[in-house]
């Protein structure tokens, strides 16, 4: 059984950082798509950041040189390092994981989902 379980979340002062992290149990493929999503309030679920099996990343625009993905693979975890967080940054973080090595933040890529972790940045 496949599980995700994010923590890192909580509420900053615009310019602030944090870090989330993903613990990833029950998912040992070869090829594999992990990344991040949010959602805000009466928004849709967008794309963040994703990286696959061979360590490439992608980010969305919104966050280019403010976030960065990584993965610790010695322990099953997934990280997303934020800074100079907006108040536009202000949702419910998922993490995900799907079976493909395809590089990309199209979220019907992604299979399994954890339950979220909220991220509050005030002005």
């Known amino acids: 059984q496949v599980q995700l379980v994010e923590s890192g979340g909580g509420s900053v002062q615009a310019g602030g950082s944090l870090r989330l992290s993903c613990v990833v149990s029950g998912y040992t493929r070869s090829n594999y798509l992990m990344g991040w999503f949010r959602q805000a309030p009466g928004k849709e679920r967008e794309g963040v950041a994703s990286?696959?099996?061979?360590?490439?990343?992608r980010c969305a625009d919104s966050v280019k040189g403010r976030f960065t993905i990584s993965q610790d693979n010695a322990k099953n975890t997934l990280y997303l390092q934020m800074n100079n967080l907006k108040p536009e940054d202000t949702a419910m973080y998922y993490c995900?994981?799907?079976?493909?090595?395809?590089?990309?933040?199209?979220?019907?890529?992604?299979?399994?989902w954890g339950q979220g972790t909220q991220v509050t940045v005030s002005s």
């Open positions: 995900a994981a799907g079976p493909s090595n395809y590089l990309t933040l199209n979220r019907a890529f992604f299979r399994y």
């Open positions: 990286i696959n099996a061979v360590g490439s990343t």
